[in-house]
């Protein structure tokens, strides 16, 4: 709990955004998380519906449209809980930054210049026969979405393990994550290398 920068009111500004005595908009706490940002429970099994629901709600309760004859003070806020909603949404929607951002919350950090060698020398060889022939880069932007989506699949798998202890918040249990998701990281990479997408950097 906090005291009400207006009127001194307690409030918990995490979960209503407004002080309930004066109506005045509270600005977040220092070091809140993306979930209660949204005021979702932290789980790597959100569903995007649960997401989209509560993103629209919590931007609804926080947009400067709603302050626009707010004083500055109040304004301001807006923005910045505006801004926090939606990076919290544009992180927690997509599988892979949910979670890579669950495994920083307790220190761990995707570290591509620890991965395993044996891994990059199979996507070098990879790309060298991808680029044989047009049959060959067909073949494997196949193989590889495939095992992109199965990795998906195993991701899911190892954080409903780790939920299922309630062991979201220990480092040790999310370690075995963190390679899953370095690989996850090659495939997507590799995808996008073999669709297009992604420039070359030489």
């Not at 809140?32 to 940002?37: E, K, L």
């Amino acid at each position: 709990m906090t005291l009400c920068w207006k009127c001194n009111a307690e409030v918990d500004a995490v979960t209503s955004p407004r002080c309930a005595a004066c109506k005045a908009l509270q600005p977040l706490p220092l070091g809140v998380g993306h979930f209660a940002v949204l005021g979702l429970p932290q789980s790597f099994a959100v569903t995007t519906e649960a997401l989209e629901t509560a993103f629209r709600a919590r931007s609804s309760q926080v947009h400067p449209d709603r302050f626009a004859r707010a004083e500055a003070k109040e304004r301001r806020i807006s923005l910045e809980r505006t801004a926090a909603v939606n990076d919290a949404y544009s992180v927690l929607k997509h599988p892979e930054r949910r979670a890579a951002y669950l495994t920083s919350r307790v220190g761990l950090k995707l570290d591509e210049k620890k991965a395993d060698p044996a891994t990059l020398m199979e996507l070098m060889e990879a790309r060298e026969w991808a680029d044989e022939s047009a049959e060959n880069k067909a073949s494997l932007l196949h193989k590889t979405q495939a095992e992109h989506a199965a990795l998906l699949q195993t991701l899911a798998a190892q954080f409903a393990v780790v939920e299922g202890k309630q062991a979201l918040g220990l480092r040790e249990a999310l370690e075995p994550v963190l390679s899953t998701l370095t690989r996850l990281r090659f495939l997507g990479r590799l995808v996008e290398d073999l669709q297009g997408i992604r420039e070359h950097q030489h």
